[in-house]
């Protein structure tokens, strides 16, 4: 049970790392306003950006991040049985809330700034002014601590809830003892020996009354 703890932890840490790390890096290399030029009055010309292949690997490394630690947790809705104390079942509901949150949020930064940020030569037209696009600062540098933000909380709550499983079920999903090699307990007050009934015949038996 360890290994697996250690794998997983490993696998989902890694993930999240390097979605943080793609995330800061398409940050730097998201295309400015600067670097943005005119062909015409109405046409913008892009630079190329590795910030497209930067993103989008970064929110698939996320979105397995996610889909790992959650598989290995199980399903926190649907799980049976007695559930662990009312403050250990808070924190796993209150990381389990919180991983989900920044996820969806990071993910779609993520998406939204790569997709928008590869955009070629186009004439952009916004309240009767010709204007250029670009992905605004601190987009992919926050969709980066969020995806980190997710990843500690889905550690945390995976930690916590199989910790609490493992404490509910002490055996590991082993089968129970068998009764038959449960020794039986002797009692406590010993047994009055009692001789065994003696026949007697009937005649002997009758005549013993009359005398």
Not at 38 to 59: D, K
Not at 146 to 162: K, N, P, R
Not at 175 to 194: G, K, Y
Request: hydrophobic share 45%.
């Amino acid at each position: 049970m360890e290994k697996k703890f250690l794998v997983v932890c490993t696998v989902v840490g890694f993930l999240g790392l390097l979605s943080a790390a793609l995330g800061f890096a398409a940050e730097a290399k998201r295309i400015k306003s600067s670097q943005v030029k005119f062909t015409s009055p109405s046409v913008c010309v892009y630079p190329r950006s590795p910030a497209l292949a930067l993103g989008l690997t970064a929110a698939l490394a996320l979105v397995i991040a996610q889909i790992v630690v959650n598989v290995a947790s199980g399903c926190v809705c649907c799980r049976k049985g007695p559930h662990p104390s009312n403050s250990n079942w808070t924190l796993v509901l209150v990381c389990f809330v919180v991983s989900w949150f920044t996820f969806v949020i990071s993910f779609l930064l993520l998406l939204t700034g790569a997709v928008l940020n590869d955009q070629r030569g186009e004439e952009n037209i916004y309240f009767g002014y010709y204007s250029c696009y670009v992905v605004k600062p601190g987009v992919f540098a926050g969709a980066a601590v969020l995806s980190l933000a997710s990843v500690v909380t889905g550690i945390i709550y995976y930690l916590s809830l199989t910790k609490s499983k493992i404490r509910n079920d002490p055996w590991g999903g082993l089968a129970a003892p068998s009764q038959s090699s449960i020794a039986m307990a002797q009692p406590q007050f010993p047994s009055q020996n009692t001789q065994d009934p003696v026949f007697v015949h009937e005649d002997t038996y009758i005549r013993r009354q009359f005398t």
